[in-house]
């Protein structure tokens, strides 16, 4: 019976030998693979979809009237998308515009009795001069001259007063400057009327819906968001990982939302300054209790490759492992 198990042994031997030495290979092929890999990309799981969103919000405050939108629907720069009630700014319109009428109609008023006063004094001026030499020639009366006197001394104290009206209605530079504010309080209000139609800014996706027909909103209340479809990934890269990378290098990007598609891209921009130092509070290092941490940089990634929205629905947010060939 020993003499079996020994005989089986022995031939064990050999096989055992052969795993141990494929094992063997196996393990030192993979430690190539990763010494490769390390040494030719670099990686990081601290990374993410980023886009700039749009706000949008009213310029005039007002009741809703219509909403022409729903959640996350597709809307066009230029598209109409919600109204406010005009009423007020039609009426407030008009107002400005009679306003601006009525100054320039009387600025044009006084300018015509104006040049209508300057011809009533040159006439009167020229009878007056020719009774003058007729009175002289013995050939009218004084009271004939005293007539032409008067008349001229009235068309003067007309010239006078239509020159008065015509400084108060524009013909000086402080009336010219008074109707100009008149002017653009008008075309202040015709932006506003103009304002109670709400357009899409730009481009997008419609998200966080907060507006509904009938309600008040007022200047810069947020309505909802826009979320535009250029999208880009945003890398926050150790500090240690940066030596060898820099813009252009070819990157493959794997999102987690979509495990099996390796999509492609390229290292648009590293930012110069880390993560922590751009923070709204950035850390302050002069410190007796300062202990060294390795910071992260943000490297802009965009995808070179089209990508198809109705069947990769890539919005930001999203998580995704970036892999830089930085060799």
Request: charged share 25%; glycine share 6%.
């Amino acid at each position: 019976m020993e003499n079996i198990e020994q005989t089986e042994e022995k031939e064990h031997k050999p096989f055992k030998r052969f795993i141990a030495i494929g094992a063997g290979i196996v393990a030192a092929f993979a430690g190539a693979y990763f010494i490769h890999d390390a040494l030719m990309y670099q990686s990081t799981d601290d990374a993410y979809v980023e886009t700039t969103t749009v706000q949008v919000a009213p310029r005039v405050s007002g009741q809703i009237t219509e909403v022409l939108i729903t959640d996350n629907q597709k809307v066009k720069e230029g598209d109409l998308v919600a109204k406010i009630d005009p009423a007020d700014y039609e009426i407030a319109l008009a107002q400005a515009e009679a306003k601006y009428e009525r100054t320039l109609l009387n600025q044009k008023n006084a300018k015509a009795n104006f040049k209508a006063m300057q011809s009533n004094i040159d006439t009167a001026k020229k009878d007056l001069d020719r009774y003058k030499n007729l009175f002289e020639q013995g050939a009218v009366s004084k009271q004939t001259l005293d007539q032409a006197q008067a008349k001229y001394d009235s068309a003067q104290a007309n010239l006078t007063n239509a020159e008065e009206a015509l400084l108060s209605q524009g013909g000086n530079k402080v009336a010219d400057a008074d109707l100009k504010e008149i002017k653009a309080l008008r075309d202040k209000a015709k932006l506003n009327l103009g304002y109670t139609n709400i357009y899409a800014p730009q481009t997008g996706t419609v998200s966080s819906r907060r507006v509904e027909k009938g309600m008040y909103v007022n200047v810069g209340t947020p309505l909802f968001v826009i979320v535009p479809e250029n999208v880009w990934i945003v890398a926050n890269y150790k500090e240690n990982q940066l030596r060898h990378m820099k813009p252009g290098q070819v990157v493959d990007i794997k999102i987690d939302t979509y495990p099996n598609k390796t999509f492609k891209g390229k290292v648009d921009s590293i930012q110069r300054a880390s993560g922590a130092k751009s923070s709204l509070f950035p850390p302050e290092n002069a410190v007796g209790s300062f202990v060294k941490i390795v910071q992260r940089i943000p490297v802009k990634i965009v995808f070179t490759e089209e990508i198809d929205p109705n069947e990769f629905n890539i919005v930001p947010g999203m998580s995704v492992v970036p892999k830089v060939r930085v060799k």
